[in-house]
């Protein structure tokens, strides 16, 4: 049997997050239809009705975005039947170009809050693992850079800690990749093939690594979706003492939800040079362009 890695990005575009994070969370093929109906009947008992139905979709960035907490907060906790109405009124109007009322507001951020919850829950049910790597916003090749069509680093350090994993399963694994930008989607490819077919580590690691991504619509995977919120909170409340970064945080995602990546963060041993040494799922690299051993 084989791990599907639904893949994302969070903060690429440099704007808002504090962070560029690539990565996501493996689910065994075995649990992976068992996820999807588990996830869409999440969405139904927190929102009542299929988001998709509504033009929208789940992610970290709509389910945790500061104003949908501050209406989360701003009513007492409705009771589940009361939520799921409101929520329903509160999309039906948003259709209608109408404005909600204080109530369905609340709805609709206590909604968002416990789907989010929900899919950590269902993460940890199914025993998935979480992949990621960071590195600061705005970090940029240095003048006449020449690796460009090289696999970036903190790129690199995230196959190698996937490739862990499989090993210590004695399983195989694949990509399955949000569709973004095709110009994007084919050079990051490039890079892939490049990686494990012209490097001695990325040929070894072909043993269980399948260097093929499958690539589909978000909107149309749920583990694509999950790996979304994931990557937001890694983004904005996942942090470690060693690391060397002083970017902003939300301390709400933080407290709420730093915890969780942790817990679903791949830990295992790696090896460099005959020894071995304590490798982990998230990883943050400083500088992705010099060479420097993994952290």
Known sequence: MSWLLFMDESGHDHRVMPMEVRGGIALHASTVWDFVRSFQQAEE??????????????????????????????????????????????????L????????????????????????FDLLQQ???????SLIPRGVR????YKYQHYLRKDHVFLQERFFYFLEAKREHGLFVMDQTDKADDRRFVRKLHDYY????????????????????????????????????????????????????????????????CNALQFVGDGYRDGEVFRTYGIVYVPDPYTARLAP
């Open 126 to 132: 199914y025993d998935a693992k979480l992949f990621a």
């Open 45 to 94: 008992e927190c929102f009542g009705v299929r988001l998709s139905e509504y033009g929208s979709e789940i992610k970290g960035s709509k389910l945790l975005e500061r104003k949908r907490i501050d209406w989360a907060r701003q009513m007492p906790l409705l009771d589940a039947d009361a939520r799921r109405k409101g929520v329903k009124r509160f999309l039906t109007k948003g």
């Open 141 to 144: 090749p240095p003048k006449n």
């Open 96 to 119: 209608q170009k109408q404005s909600p009322d204080k109530r369905d507001f609340s709805a609709y951020g206590q909604a968002s809050v416990a789907m989010a919850h929900r899919i």
């Open 197 to 260: 077919t012209r490097t001695g580590p990325g040929r070894e690691r072909t043993c269980w690594v399948v260097p093929v991504p499958l690539f589909v619509d978000s909107e149309m995977s749920l583990g694509v979706q999950a790996a979304d919120l994931c990557l937001y909170c890694i983004n904005w409340g996942f942090r470690r003492d060693e690391w060397d970064f002083s970017g902003p945080k939300r301390d709400d995602i933080a407290r709420s939800f730093g915890p969780e």
